[in-house]
């Protein structure tokens, strides 16, 4: 790459005051530290802080979604999505290879069996198209449910996944899930501030997930939001997720094996206070965004841009090298000077969990593989 060291420099010029320049080191601007007071004042750092439901609250104004669910993580968001969605152990879910291991691991605590398709190139979400054409050739209806005609098992669900902040195809996937009767899961943990359409990422299926982890654009250090229009998985995700106990004033009982995943008070006070002014932050990374789109362009150099009818968070900007050689070399580069970059993710089924499990061809989510870079996306100054 004959220009890297332009490229180097002119991100430390971006972010003059950060040594080494971070991926996406996140930035605490508002109340957080006023709020974490009052938690440890109060002594109220569990689930039953105020914070929480304060969060969930902001998070629905946000996203309009009419119910959302505060979870330790956004992988155990997904896992409770799709246990509360009803998805039953041994069905199979349509997703995509090219993603995060926390949507495949989500599916296979679950119970179920992932399926991998192809994404497109200028989303790296999932295909509309490509999904069409799996379901047409390798489906059949039989009862309401639809069923894979390899395996004969039932496929239950459909969970695509907003690459680095960038909506998919969702309304396009949507139809298609509803055509043949499988549940629509977003994996929206990238992508909170994002819309398609007008309408926010997450919103689109039976229910959400989204992701506050310590270099997401809203952190909580560690956390996630199950978010839905669905009352009933809802209510039995908020079940589920505190232990399944039944309510009462001082009672201990259990009505099943539930799981211990509710947000604490601590981390819901940071995401609070960073829900506060995050129409700032958004508008902070999209600026940097066009900054890098405008730079890398007179370099020759491809920046991933937000999908017609779309508007991105650009979580992770991303740039687009010539082969995979390329990417090694830059990457070599950028890290030993000072710059934190990093690939696109390996493909899921290239990894020993779920190398067994079906998937289609898949030449774009290769193809991406090969080329994707990731390069520091923090939010530049104080707001």
Not at 106 to 114: D, K, T, Y
Not at 153 to 162: F, L, W
């Amino acid at each position: 790459m004959n220009n890297k060291e332009e490229v180097i420099s002119y991100i430390k010029s971006l972010y003059p005051e950060m040594e080494p320049v971070l991926l996406h080191c996140p930035q605490f601007l508002g109340n957080e530290k006023k709020y974490l007071n009052e938690c440890i004042d109060t002594k109220f750092v569990s689930y039953v802080s105020h914070f929480v439901t304060d969060m969930e609250g902001q998070v629905k104004k946000l996203t309009g979604a009419n119910y959302a669910v505060a979870m330790v993580n956004g992988t155990e968001a997904l896992h409770m999505a799709i246990v509360s969605a009803g998805i039953s152990p041994g069905e199979e879910i349509i997703t995509q290879s090219l993603t995060f291991a926390a949507t495949s691991a989500a599916i296979v605590h679950s119970g179920a069996l992932p399926v991998y398709i192809d994404v497109d190139k200028d989303t790296m979400g999932m295909s509309a198209v490509a999904l069409k054409k799996y379901l047409e050739s390798n489906t059949e209806q039989k009862n309401g449910k639809c069923y894979n005609k390899k395996s004969g098992k039932i496929i239950s669900a459909c969970i695509p996944m907003h690459t680095f902040g960038h909506p998919c195809r969702i309304d396009e996937i949507a139809i298609l899930c509803k055509e043949y009767n499988i549940i629509l899961i977003e994996d929206s943990a990238e992508s909170i501030g994002s819309t398609y359409k007008g309408k926010h990422t997450g919103t689109f299926g039976k229910v959400g997930i989204l992701s506050f982890n310590g270099n997401k654009c809203v952190t909580t250090g560690a956390g996630g939001m199950l978010i839905t229009d669905d009352e009933a998985v809802a209510a039995r995700a908020k079940y589920i997720s505190t232990t399944a106990k039944r309510p009462s004033k001082w009672e201990f009982f259990h009505t099943e094996a539930g799981y211990n995943l509710r947000m604490p008070g601590t981390c819901a006070a940071i995401g609070a206070a960073q829900l506060e002014y995050f129409d700032k932050t958004l508008e902070n990374k999209r600026e940097t965004a066009v900054l890098y789109q405008q730079f890398l362009a007179e370099l020759g150099i491809e920046c991933i841009k937000e999908p017609v009818n779309a508007r991105s968070n650009y979580w992770l900007n991303a740039i687009v090298l010539k082969d995979r050689a390329e990417c090694e070399e830059f990457l070599e580069y950028a890290n030993a000077n000072g710059v934190q970059c990093r690939p696109i993710w390996t493909l899921m089924h290239k990894m020993p969990p779920y190398e067994n499990y079906e998937r289609t061809e898949l030449p774009n989510s290769e193809w991406l593989e090969d080329r994707i870079v990731n390069i520091p996306s923090s939010v530049r100054t104080s707001l």
